[in-house]
């Protein structure tokens, strides 16, 4: 049928939950592109 799922990597931030896909996978982006957050990869502490 030629019909594939693609899985495709992205980031999500942890603060405003955006999910984005980056140019290369590789860079992780320093801030967050929506809420500017530096801390968008860091998981709240319990
Ligand atoms: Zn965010």
């Known amino acids: 049928m030629g019909i ?3 899985k495709i990597k992205g ?3 942890e ?3 955006h999910e984005w896909i ?3 996978i ?3 982006p320093t ?3 929506s809420c ?3 801390y968008w990869n860091k ?3 319990k």
């Open 36 to 38: 500017k957050s530096p």
């Open 11 to 13: 980031f999500k931030c």
């Open 22 to 24: 980056p140019h290369n």
């Open 4 to 6: 594939v799922e693609l």
């Open 26 to 28: 590789k860079n992780e």
């Open 15 to 17: 603060r405003c939950n």
């Open 31 to 33: 801030v967050c592109p």
């Open 43 to 45: 998981e709240r502490k």
